[in-house]
DNA sequence: CCCCCCCC
C-alpha cells in the first residue's frame, strides 16, 4: 500500500486532501493526574514525518486495544488541522487500519522531519475561511460503532429529525473542535449538538447560593460539559434544546474534575458574560450520541462507583416503588429493571424520580444508558444517576441486533446474575475488607462512601478533643459555646442553656494483620469503645483525670468487629478519606471463627 | 461558583 506523498506538507500548508493514506511510525501516552489519556502521533507520508499530531481522545481504542501499532498504515477518514499558539497540530478524528504495524514492520523510505523551520507558520497559511474547514473526507461521512449519525440532509434509516430552523446570522468563520479546545486559548468557536441537559439546580452554601444548569456538547472529535450559572442560566437554559445543533464561542475552559464528570474531555466549559451561542441551521452531519457500550458479563471488571455504557433488553421491569434516602430522609421514588444481552447474564438497573415513573417496560423494550452508576450491591447492579442518558429503543445497530437476538433466542434463555463477595447466599452486603484492601481497592473514592465491615485491634485513642459540650436539645449535637455566665449557647437553635449533654468524637487508630485505620467513632461507639457512657466519662474528667486516663489506657487493645463508612471528604483543595466507626461489636469469636474458616475453604487448598 | 442523584 503506498502511502499518500507529500500530503502532511499540503495538510500543514491548509488543504483538506481526502483520505490520506499515513504511516504511524509511533505513539507517545500523554497522561496528567485527573485527565484522560491523550496519544501523540509521529506519523509519516513517506516523504516527510511530523509529530505535533494527536488522536481523538474517542479514537483511543485504536491504540488500547492494539490494533493500532507502531508501522501501521491508516487511512484517514476525518481529520482537521488546527493553530495552537505557532504550532500547527494535526488531530485524527477518525481512521481506519489498512496494514497492521507488524505486518510492515519498518519505516517507510527515508522521510524528513517537518518542523517550525520547514513548515509554514499558521500566519502565513492560507485562511480556508468557511464552514469547510472542517475537513470531512468522502461524501459521507462513516459512522463509528455506537455512533447515532444525523444526516440532516438525507433520507436514510439512521435519520434522527434534528431540525434546526433558525437562520444563522453569523460570520463564516473558521470552526474549531471540541477535541482542540483548551484553557490556553480562547479564540475559537465550535458547532456542536446538545446531547443532554439538566434540569435548573440551585445550592446554597458557605461559599454563596445561585442557579445552575449543564448541557453535554458533542461534535466529531469529542465531546465537553459546559455550565451556566445565574444570568447565564436565565440567557441560555431555554434556549439551548437537547439533540439541537449551535455555535459556541468565549466560554472559560477549566480542567474537568474527573471524580464529577462522566465525558471523556480533560476540560469542562463555564459560560460567562462574554459567551455567544447561536442556533445552527446549516445541513451539517453531526453524531447525535457516541456509546462505549460495555458487556453485562464484563462489569465484573468494572470498578464500583465508575460510570458505563451499556445496552440491554429490560426482561423484568419491576412496579415503582419509594425508599427513604438516608441523606435527604426524604421519600424517591425508584423502579428496577432487571436488563439482559447477549453476555448471557443479567443485571438490576435502578431509575430514580421521573425517570422511574414514566418508564414503561412493555414488549421488553430496549434501553441504552449512557454513564451508568456501577454498584457493587448484590455482585454489581446499575443506576440511572442524574448525570446518565438513558434511550428507550434507540435507533442504533446495538439496539437492532440485541432485538434480532431476544426474539430469536434471548427470550428463551436461562441467565445468570452477579454473586455478592462473601459467598453467603442471598443479598448479603457485609462487604468484608482487611484494611490493606480498604486502601488497595481505593475505598471511598468515590462520590458516595462505601460500607465495610473489618475486624480490628484498637491501638490508639486520641484523648484531646474526644468529648465536646453538646446541646442538651434531643436531636442537637452541636457543639455550646459557654457563655462564662453559667450558660451555654448553641448557635443552631438560637437559644441559651444553664446545662449541656456530652457528646463524644474519638479518633482512635485501629489495625489488623494486614494495614491500620484512623477512625472517627461517635457517641454509641466511642461509648461501646470505652465501655463506659458519656456522661460519666465527661463528669469523671472533671473530677479525676487520673481515672479518664484510665479508662482511655483500658480500652486499648480491645478487638472489635467494625462497621465503617469510608468517604473522602476535601477541605481547603486538600482531600483525605474519612472513615467514621457506625458501630463497633464486640468479637463472637466462634462467629469469627467460622467465618475464617469459611474463607480458607473458599481458598481451594 | 456545582459535584446531590439516594434504598436494599
Not at 511510525?25 to 496528567?32: D, L, S, V
Not at 451499556?310 to 423502579?335: A, L, M, Y
Given at each position: 500500500?503506498?502511502?499518500?506523498?507529500?500530503?502532511?506538507?499540503?495538510?500543514?500548508?491548509?488543504?483538506?486532501?481526502?483520505?490520506?493514506?499515513?504511516?504511524?511510525?509511533?505513539?507517545?501516552?500523554?497522561?496528567?493526574?485527573?485527565?484522560?489519556?491523550?496519544?501523540?502521533?509521529?506519523?509519516?507520508?513517506?516523504?516527510?514525518?511530523?509529530?505535533?499530531?494527536?488522536?481523538?481522545?474517542?479514537?483511543?481504542?485504536?491504540?488500547?486495544?492494539?490494533?493500532?501499532?507502531?508501522?501501521?498504515?491508516?487511512?484517514?477518514?476525518?481529520?482537521?488541522?488546527?493553530?495552537?499558539?505557532?504550532?500547527?497540530?494535526?488531530?485524527?478524528?477518525?481512521?481506519?487500519?489498512?496494514?497492521?504495524?507488524?505486518?510492515?514492520?519498518?519505516?517507510?523510505?527515508?522521510?524528513?522531519?517537518?518542523?517550525?523551520?520547514?513548515?509554514?507558520?499558521?500566519?502565513?497559511?492560507?485562511?480556508?475561511d468557511n464552514d469547510n474547514s472542517v475537513?470531512?473526507?468522502?461524501?459521507?461521512?462513516?459512522?463509528?460503532?455506537?455512533?447515532?449519525?444525523v444526516k440532516n440532509n438525507q433520507?436514510?434509516?439512521?435519520?434522527?429529525m434534528a431540525n434546526n430552523s433558525s437562520t444563522p446570522n453569523t460570520p463564516n468563520r473558521a470552526i474549531?473542535?471540541?477535541?482542540?479546545?483548551?484553557?490556553?486559548?480562547?479564540?475559537?468557536r465550535i458547532r456542536a449538538r446538545v446531547?443532554?441537559?439538566?434540569?435548573?439546580?440551585?445550592?446554597?452554601?458557605?461559599?454563596?447560593?445561585?442557579?445552575?444548569?449543564?448541557?453535554?456538547l458533542?461534535d466529531?472529535?469529542?465531546?465537553?460539559?459546559?455550565?451556566?450559572?445565574?444570568?447565564?442560566?436565565?440567557k441560555y437554559?431555554d434556549m439551548l434544546e437537547v439533540n439541537k445543533i449551535y455555535y459556541f464561542s468565549?466560554?472559560?475552559?477549566?480542567?474537568?474534575?474527573?471524580?464529577?464528570?462522566?465525558?471523556?474531555?480533560?476540560?469542562?466549559?463555564?459560560?460567562?458574560?462574554?459567551t455567544i451561542i447561536e442556533p445552527c441551521n446549516d445541513d451539517v452531519s453531526l453524531?447525535?450520541?457516541?456509546?462505549?457500550?460495555?458487556?453485562?458479563?464484563?462489569?465484573?471488571?468494572?470498578?464500583?462507583?465508575?460510570?458505563?455504557?451499556?445496552?440491554?433488553?429490560?426482561?423484568?421491569?419491576?412496579?415503582?416503588?419509594?425508599?427513604?434516602?438516608?441523606?435527604?430522609?426524604?421519600?424517591?421514588?425508584?423502579?428496577?429493571?432487571?436488563?439482559?444481552?447477549?453476555?448471557?447474564?443479567?443485571?438490576?438497573?435502578?431509575?430514580?424520580?421521573?425517570?422511574?415513573?414514566?418508564?414503561?417496560?412493555?414488549?421488553?423494550?430496549?434501553?441504552?444508558?449512557?454513564?451508568?452508576?456501577?454498584?457493587?450491591?448484590?455482585?454489581?447492579?446499575?443506576?440511572?444517576?442524574?448525570?446518565?442518558?438513558?434511550?428507550?429503543?434507540?435507533?442504533?445497530?446495538?439496539?437492532?441486533?440485541?432485538?434480532?437476538?431476544?426474539?430469536?433466542?434471548?427470550?428463551?434463555?436461562?441467565?445468570?446474575?452477579?454473586?455478592?463477595?462473601?459467598?453467603?447466599?442471598?443479598?448479603?452486603?457485609?462487604?468484608?475488607?482487611?484494611?490493606?484492601?480498604?486502601?488497595?481497592?481505593?475505598?471511598?473514592?468515590?462520590?458516595?462512601?462505601?460500607?465495610?465491615?473489618?475486624?480490628?485491634?484498637?491501638?490508639?485513642?486520641?484523648?484531646?478533643?474526644?468529648?465536646?459540650?453538646?446541646?442538651?436539645?434531643?436531636?442537637?449535637?452541636?457543639?455550646?459555646?459557654?457563655?462564662?455566665?453559667?450558660?451555654?449557647?448553641?448557635?443552631?437553635?438560637?437559644?441559651?442553656?444553664?446545662?449541656?449533654?456530652?457528646?463524644?468524637?474519638?479518633?482512635?487508630?485501629?489495625?489488623?494483620?494486614?494495614?491500620?485505620?484512623?477512625?472517627?467513632?461517635?457517641?454509641?461507639?466511642?461509648?461501646?469503645?470505652?465501655?463506659?457512657?458519656?456522661?460519666?466519662?465527661?463528669?469523671?474528667?472533671?473530677?479525676?483525670?487520673?481515672?479518664?486516663?484510665?479508662?482511655?489506657?483500658?480500652?486499648?487493645?480491645?478487638?472489635?468487629?467494625?462497621?465503617?463508612?469510608?468517604?473522602?471528604?476535601?477541605?481547603?483543595?486538600?482531600?483525605?478519606?474519612?472513615?467514621?466507626?457506625?458501630?463497633?461489636?464486640?468479637?463472637?469469636?466462634?462467629?469469627?471463627?467460622?467465618?475464617?474458616?469459611?474463607?480458607?475453604?473458599?481458598?481451594?487448598?
Open positions: 500500500m503506498k502511502l499518500s506523498s507529500g500530503v502532511l506538507l499540503e495538510i500543514l500548508n491548509g488543504a483538506t486532501p481526502e483520505k490520506p493514506v499515513l504511516q504511524v511510525i509511533n505513539a507517545k501516552k500523554i497522561t496528567a493526574p485527573n485527565t484522560v489519556d491523550r496519544y501523540r502521533l509521529l506519523l509519516s507520508d513517506g516523504d516527510h514525518t511530523y509529530s505535533h499530531a494527536m488522536l481523538a481522545a474517542q479514537m483511543n481504542k485504536f491504540l488500547e486495544n492494539e490494533e493500532l501499532t507502531s508501522y501501521s498504515i491508516i487511512e484517514v477518514t476525518k481529520y482537521m488541522c488546527n493553530t495552537l499558539g505557532e504550532k500547527r497540530v494535526i488531530i485524527l478524528l477518525d481512521l481506519k487500519v489498512i496494514t497492521s504495524g507488524t505486518d510492515v514492520g519498518e519505516r517507510i523510505g527515508n522521510p524528513a522531519q517537518l518542523g517550525p523551520n520547514n513548515i509554514p507558520k499558521p500566519s502565513e497559511v492560507q485562511k480556508v475537513p470531512t473526507a468522502g461524501a459521507n461521512s462513516i459512522a463509528q460503532k455506537g455512533t447515532l449519525q433520507n436514510n434509516n439512521n435519520t434522527v474549531h473542535v471540541i477535541a482542540s479546545l483548551t484553557p490556553y486559548q480562547n479564540r475559537w446531547t443532554h441537559k439538566s434540569n435548573v439546580r440551585t445550592w446554597s452554601n458557605s461559599r454563596g447560593e445561585g442557579k445552575l444548569f449543564n448541557v453535554n458533542l466529531d472529535s469529542g465531546e465537553i460539559r459546559c455550565t451556566g450559572f445565574n444570568d447565564q442560566v436565565d437554559f468565549k466560554c472559560t475552559l477549566k480542567t474537568a474534575n474527573k471524580q464529577y464528570s462522566t465525558l471523556k474531555n480533560d476540560y469542562e466549559m463555564t459560560m460567562n458574560a462574554e453524531p447525535v450520541l457516541t456509546f462505549d457500550f460495555v458487556k453485562i458479563s464484563d462489569l465484573e471488571k468494572c470498578k464500583p462507583n465508575s460510570n458505563i455504557d451499556v445496552v440491554g433488553i429490560v426482561k423484568v421491569c419491576n412496579d415503582v416503588g419509594t425508599v427513604i434516602g438516608r441523606q435527604s430522609q426524604k421519600e424517591i421514588t425508584k423502579r428496577d429493571l432487571q436488563i439482559v444481552d447477549q453476555s448471557g447474564v443479567a443485571v438490576n438497573l435502578t431509575l430514580w424520580g421521573e425517570d422511574a415513573v414514566k418508564f414503561d417496560g412493555q414488549g421488553y423494550p430496549v434501553v441504552a444508558v449512557k454513564g451508568a452508576r456501577v454498584s457493587d450491591f448484590s455482585g454489581r447492579s446499575l443506576s440511572v444517576s442524574g448525570a446518565s442518558q438513558m434511550m428507550v429503543n434507540p435507533d442504533i445497530k446495538e439496539s437492532h441486533v440485541l432485538r434480532g437476538w431476544f426474539e430469536s433466542e434471548g427470550r428463551d434463555l436461562s441467565f445468570s446474575t452477579f454473586q455478592s463477595e462473601g459467598g453467603s447466599a442471598g443479598g448479603n452486603s457485609t462487604n468484608w475488607k482487611i484494611f490493606q484492601q480498604v486502601k488497595n481497592e481505593n475505598l471511598g473514592q468515590g462520590d458516595k462512601a462505601d460500607y465495610y465491615t473489618a475486624k480490628g485491634t484498637v491501638m490508639f485513642m486520641k484523648k484531646d478533643n474526644c468529648m465536646y459540650q453538646a446541646c442538651p436539645t434531643a436531636e442537637c449535637n452541636k457543639k455550646l459555646i459557654d457563655q462564662g455566665n453559667g450558660l451555654y449557647r448553641c448557635e443552631k437553635c438560637n437559644r441559651e442553656f444553664p446545662n449541656y449533654k456530652w457528646r463524644m468524637i474519638l479518633q482512635a487508630n485501629v489495625a489488623d494483620h494486614s494495614d491500620n485505620q484512623w477512625i472517627t467513632c461517635f457517641q454509641e461507639s466511642a461509648e461501646q469503645m470505652l465501655g463506659i457512657k458519656a456522661d460519666e466519662l465527661g463528669s469523671m474528667r472533671e473530677q479525676d483525670e487520673m481515672q479518664f486516663d484510665q479508662v482511655m489506657r483500658d480500652a486499648l487493645f480491645k478487638h472489635y468487629i467494625f462497621r465503617m463508612r469510608a468517604k473522602v471528604e476535601t477541605y481547603n483543595d486538600e482531600s483525605r478519606l474519612k472513615t467514621v466507626c457506625v458501630s463497633a461489636t464486640p468479637v463472637n469469636w466462634q462467629e469469627y471463627g467460622r467465618k475464617l474458616v469459611e474463607q480458607i475453604e473458599q481458598l481451594g487448598v
